[in-house]
């Protein structure tokens, strides 16, 4: 039905360690849901690609668009989060990551309120 009537979109984010459960939940919870549009989006460490751009760039490429439901296995705070307690970015670039991703996160409420 979300499929077919291209009216609204859906985001789940799963976050997790390792091990945690995340695939497990996909599975066990989107089992009986029709597989027409919908995906798991995976984050890795960033490829060579990726990192040639701003750190959203590869989470904005794979937002749901409508009539689709996307799982983020991970979410793009692991890209604020992690960095910073191991000390794999400085201060001043953090700080930014986490405002943008703030921003982000406020914008899409924002916009999903609208649609």
């Known amino acids: 039905m979300l499929y ?5 979109k859906l985001l789940v984010i ?3 360690m390792d091990t945690s459960g995340k695939d497990s939940t996909i ?3 989107f089992q009986y849901v029709d597989p027409l ?3 798991v989006a995976s984050f ?3 490829s060579l690609e990726e990192q040639s751009f701003d750190y959203l760039w ?4 794979q937002v749901p668009s409508k009539g ?3 799982i983020f296995n991970r979410s793009h705070y692991e890209d604020v989060c992690i960095t910073r307690v191991h000390g794999l970015i ?3 670039v953090w700080q930014r990551r986490y405002g943008r991703s703030t921003t982000s996160s406020a914008r899409s409420r924002k916009k999903a309120r609208r649609s």
């Open 27 to 29: 599975r066990h919870v």
């Open 14 to 16: 799963l976050q997790g």
């Open 4 to 8: 077919a009537e291209h009216k609204h």
């Open 44 to 46: 890795k460490a960033p």
């Open 37 to 39: 549009g919908v995906r």
């Open 90 to 92: 400085t201060r001043p």
């Open 68 to 70: 689709e439901i996307v």
């Open 58 to 61: 590869r989470i904005h490429r």
